[in-house]
Protein backbone atom coordinates (compact mmCIF):
# COMPACT_ATOMS: atom_id res chain seq x y z
CA UNK A 1 0.00 0.00 0.00
CA UNK A 2 1.70 3.75 -1.16
CA UNK A 3 1.35 6.02 1.80
CA UNK A 4 2.56 9.18 1.62
CA UNK A 5 3.29 11.06 5.04
CA UNK A 6 2.92 14.68 4.32
CA UNK A 7 3.41 17.24 7.82
CA UNK A 8 4.86 20.76 8.69
CA UNK A 9 1.73 22.78 8.29
CA UNK A 10 0.80 25.27 10.60
CA UNK A 11 -0.26 29.09 11.76
CA UNK A 12 2.23 31.68 10.57
CA UNK A 13 2.23 35.46 9.98
CA UNK A 14 1.73 37.33 6.49
CA UNK A 15 5.64 37.37 5.53
CA UNK A 16 6.41 34.13 7.89
CA UNK A 17 7.92 31.02 6.20
CA UNK A 18 7.18 27.03 6.41
CA UNK A 19 8.88 24.09 5.10
CA UNK A 20 6.23 21.43 4.06
CA UNK A 21 7.84 17.86 3.89
CA UNK A 22 6.53 14.68 2.58
CA UNK A 23 7.97 11.19 3.00
CA UNK A 24 7.32 8.05 1.05
CA UNK A 25 8.87 4.55 0.28
CA UNK A 26 12.10 4.74 -2.04
CA UNK A 27 10.35 2.44 -4.95
CA UNK A 28 7.96 5.48 -4.97
CA UNK A 29 10.35 8.42 -4.63
CA UNK A 30 12.75 7.06 -7.15
CA UNK A 31 9.63 6.53 -10.32
CA UNK A 32 7.28 9.03 -9.47
CA UNK A 33 6.56 12.55 -9.82
CA UNK A 34 6.16 14.12 -6.84
CA UNK A 35 4.15 17.27 -6.47
CA UNK A 36 2.07 19.41 -3.14
CA UNK A 37 -1.64 20.95 -4.05
CA UNK A 38 -3.57 23.33 -2.03
CA UNK A 39 -7.09 23.39 -1.79
CA UNK A 40 -8.74 26.21 0.47
CA UNK A 41 -12.26 26.20 1.70
CA UNK A 42 -15.22 26.70 -0.89
CA UNK A 43 -12.64 26.06 -3.60
CA UNK A 44 -11.13 23.23 -5.63
CA UNK A 45 -7.64 21.56 -5.51
CA UNK A 46 -4.77 23.13 -7.52
CA UNK A 47 -1.47 22.22 -8.42
CA UNK A 48 0.78 24.02 -6.31
CA UNK A 49 4.58 22.75 -7.23
CA UNK A 50 5.91 19.40 -9.19
CA UNK A 51 9.18 18.30 -9.32
CA UNK A 52 9.96 14.82 -11.14
CA UNK A 53 12.20 11.87 -10.38
CA UNK A 54 14.99 13.42 -12.37
CA UNK A 55 14.73 16.68 -10.26
CA UNK A 56 13.03 18.94 -13.09
CA UNK A 57 10.44 21.18 -11.10
CA UNK A 58 7.41 23.33 -11.71
CA UNK A 59 5.80 25.63 -10.40
CA UNK A 60 2.20 27.97 -10.02
CA UNK A 61 2.24 31.39 -11.06
CA UNK A 62 0.81 32.33 -8.15
CA UNK A 63 3.85 31.60 -5.96
CA UNK A 64 6.69 31.73 -8.23
CA UNK A 65 9.57 33.22 -6.43
CA UNK A 66 8.01 32.54 -2.93
CA UNK A 67 7.74 29.13 -2.98
CA UNK A 68 10.30 26.40 -4.07
CA UNK A 69 10.11 22.06 -4.38
CA UNK A 70 13.13 20.25 -3.30
CA UNK A 71 13.79 16.40 -2.84
CA UNK A 72 16.20 14.42 -0.62
CA UNK A 73 16.95 11.12 -1.91
CA UNK A 74 19.00 9.91 1.52
CA UNK A 75 15.54 10.27 2.88
CA UNK A 76 12.88 9.76 0.19
CA UNK A 77 11.16 12.97 1.24
CA UNK A 78 9.96 16.25 -0.71
CA UNK A 79 9.65 19.34 0.61
CA UNK A 80 8.11 22.45 -0.26
CA UNK A 81 9.61 25.89 1.18
CA UNK A 82 7.27 28.58 1.17
CA UNK A 83 7.98 31.56 2.08
CA UNK A 84 6.76 35.46 1.86
CA UNK A 85 3.19 33.84 2.98
CA UNK A 86 0.31 35.86 2.32
CA UNK A 87 -3.40 35.38 3.61
CA UNK A 88 -4.79 33.58 0.53
CA UNK A 89 -2.07 30.99 0.85
CA UNK A 90 -4.28 29.73 3.87
CA UNK A 91 -5.28 25.89 2.54
CA UNK A 92 -4.76 22.58 3.26
CA UNK A 93 -1.68 21.35 1.50
CA UNK A 94 -1.49 17.64 -0.37
CA UNK A 95 1.09 15.80 -1.35
CA UNK A 96 1.09 13.68 -4.30
CA UNK A 97 2.43 10.96 -6.50
CA UNK A 98 1.79 10.21 -10.07
CA UNK A 99 3.19 8.00 -13.06
CA UNK A 100 0.92 7.63 -15.37
CA UNK A 101 -2.53 6.85 -14.14
CA UNK A 102 -1.36 5.91 -10.90
CA UNK A 103 -1.75 8.58 -8.46
CA UNK A 104 -1.81 8.84 -4.46
CA UNK A 105 -2.41 11.42 -1.55
CA UNK A 106 -1.44 12.47 1.97
CA UNK A 107 -3.54 12.92 4.30
CA UNK A 108 -3.05 16.73 3.87
CA UNK A 109 -1.46 19.64 6.49
CA UNK A 110 -3.18 22.70 7.32
CA UNK A 111 -1.56 26.01 6.54
CA UNK A 112 -2.61 28.96 8.09
CA UNK A 113 -1.58 32.66 7.43
CA UNK A 114 -3.34 35.31 10.02
CA UNK A 115 -1.78 37.97 11.81
Not at 76 to 84: A, R
Amino acid sequence: QVQLVDSGGGLVQPGGSLRLSCSTSKSIFDSYTMGWYRQAPGKERELVATISSAGGTSCADSVKGRFSISRDAAKNTVYLQMNSLKPEDTATYYCNARYFVHSYWGKGTLVTVSS
